[in-house]
């Protein structure tokens, strides 16, 4: 079955440090790839998403991710983390031929330290 | 343009009563769906609509009914709440409109309604 595993359910940086977010996934394919955030008491933000091409993408606010086929990866990354980047963070996975439907990971909250 | 609206932001329930979520967006799109979200298990797909007129099944759809009421609007009900329909749930929205590669597009997230069913 397809699944999307985020192994870091938390994740402490301290602001100013380097960030890198896990995020593999069991598919047949090559899907879609996605990164959301969510801050505290909001939906859901597009962060990133990855369709084909170029394997590094970039998204807003400074995040980068890596697609990686070899390892099933899609890998979130910042160099320096601020402190409103506090928030919890969630990959995605949609097949290529799509029923609308998204495979979700259970998130990685990132926690900043001072 | 407010994006994606939900209403109630919070609701209290006592088991087996019944209530209605309620989802609007103003962008134009044509699919929208209906996500619950609970610690640890990240966000689950009850409903979609693909578009004016459709809806499908998700990952857990027990429990739930919905109405794609136009173009904007797609609520959510629960007809006899149950304590393990205690959750967070989102309403989103998608320009998405053909089950092709390349028409793969974002979904924007409404801010949610928190839902206690005692």
């Known amino acids: 079955a397809q699944s999307v595993t985020q192994p870091d359910i938390h994740i402490t940086v301290s602001e100013g440090a380097s960030l890198e977010l896990r995020c593999n996934y069991s598919?047949?394919?090559?899907?879609?790839l996605f990164w959301y955030v969510q801050s505290p008491g909001q939906g859901l933000q597009l962060l990133l998403k990855?369709?084909?091409?170029d394997t590094l993408v970039q998204g807003i606010k400074g995040f980068e991710a890596e697609f990686k086929r070899s390892q099933s990866s899609f890998n979130l990354r910042k160099p320096s983390v601020h402190w409103s980047d506090a928030a919890e963070y969630f990959c995605?996975?949609?097949?290529?031929?799509?029923?609308?439907?998204?495979?979700w990971g259970a998130g990685t909250k990132l926690i900043i330290k001072p | 343009n407010a994006g994606v609206t939900q209403t109630p932001k919070f609701q209290v329930l006592k088991t087996g009563q019944s209530m209605t979520l309620q989802c609007a967006q103003d962008?134009?799109?044509?699919?929208m769906y209906w996500y619950r979200q609970d610690p640890g298990m990240g966000l689950r797909l009850i409903y979609y609509?693909?578009?004016?007129?459709?809806?499908d099944k998700g990952e857990v759809p027990n429990g739930y009914n919905v109405s794609r009421l136009n173009k904007r609007e797609f609520s959510l009900r629960l007809e006899s709440a149950a304590p393990s329909q205690t959750s967070v749930y989102f309403c989103?929205?998608?320009?998405?409109?053909?089950?092709?590669?390349?028409?793969?597009?974002?979904?924007?997230f409404g801010p949610g309604t928190r839902l206690t069913v005692l």
């Open positions: 989103a929205s998608s320009p998405q409109t053909r089950l092709v590669a390349a028409s793969y597009n974002e979904q924007f």
């Open positions: 962008m134009n799109h044509n699919s």
């Open positions: 609509s693909a578009s004016e007129g459709t809806t």
């Open positions: 598919y047949g394919a090559t899907p879609y």
């Open positions: 990855y369709f084909s091409g």
């Open positions: 995605a996975v949609g097949p290529q031929y799509s029923n609308y439907q998204l495979i």
